[in-house]
């Protein structure tokens, strides 16, 4: 019941900021699963579990790890201290309005991928595969500020010490729990 409150809550709440917001620069991660993109020169990216920066031109380092993108291209390679513990190497081809990102890294469940969707302007959808299964919203309530809500299905929570505890065994769906899950990122630059 309670799970049931809080996606009620979150959706009404993506609904109502999708209705009044601006589009926003947004970070360069989705939920766990890294973007090949990297955050400009002299940008950043700093909230709740976010706190990355844009140290030259396609290098950003921050909580989750270090990555550079290959220069024009849509590739990336870096190391990821938060969520993954794992180098890794990531592909964002341009598929239309839709964004792709899969790839690829040294921990088990060797595949990662996203997809984001846009609802509206203000508003996306966001699916992934990485160690479990998540899905949510990317809301854009001012110029800088993004929002994400998403619902976790995994048998770890995403940051628990073993969540990287895979087992080579037969998957069993009642160890799996749903877990929800809330970002915050204000976008900015270093003047």
């Known amino acids: 019941m309670r799970?049931?409150?809080?996606?009620?809550?979150?959706?009404?709440?993506?609904?109502?900021?999708?209705?009044?917001?601006?589009?926003?620069?947004?970070?360069?991660?989705?939920?766990?699963?890294?973007?090949?993109?990297?955050?400009?020169?002299?940008?950043?990216?700093?909230?709740?579990?976010?706190?990355?920066?844009?140290?030259?031109?396609?290098?950003?380092?921050?909580?989750?790890?270090?990555?550079?993108?290959?220069?024009?291209?849509?590739?990336?390679?870096?190391?990821?201290?938060?969520?993954?513990?794992?180098p890794y190497l990531v592909f964002s081809p341009d598929i239309g309005e839709a964004e792709l990102n899969v790839g690829f890294k040294a921990n088990p469940y060797y595949f990662f991928g996203g997809l984001e969707f846009p609802i509206s302007k203000d508003l996306k959808f966001i699916a992934e595969l990485n160690n479990g299964l998540d899905a949510g919203v990317r809301i854009f309530p001012t110029k800088n500020l993004t929002i994400d809500l998403f619902m976790y299905f995994s048998r770890y929570k995403i940051y628990e010490l073993n969540y990287y505890g895979y087992k080579y065994r037969k998957i069993v769906i009642e160890d799996y729990r749903a877990y929800p899950g809330f970002w915050i990122v204000y976008s900015g630059r270093f003047k």
């Open 3 to 86: 799970v049931r409150n809080i996606i009620f809550l979150a959706l009404t709440m993506a609904f109502i900021l999708s209705v009044v917001s601006a589009q926003a620069e947004e970070p360069t991660w989705l939920f766990t699963v890294p973007k090949a993109q990297t955050i400009k020169e002299g940008n950043f990216d700093i909230g709740f579990l976010y706190f990355d920066f844009g140290v030259i031109e396609n290098l950003e380092l921050g909580i989750h790890g270090i990555k550079y993108q290959i220069p024009n291209s849509d590739l990336a390679v870096g190391y990821s201290f938060l969520p993954m513990n794992s």
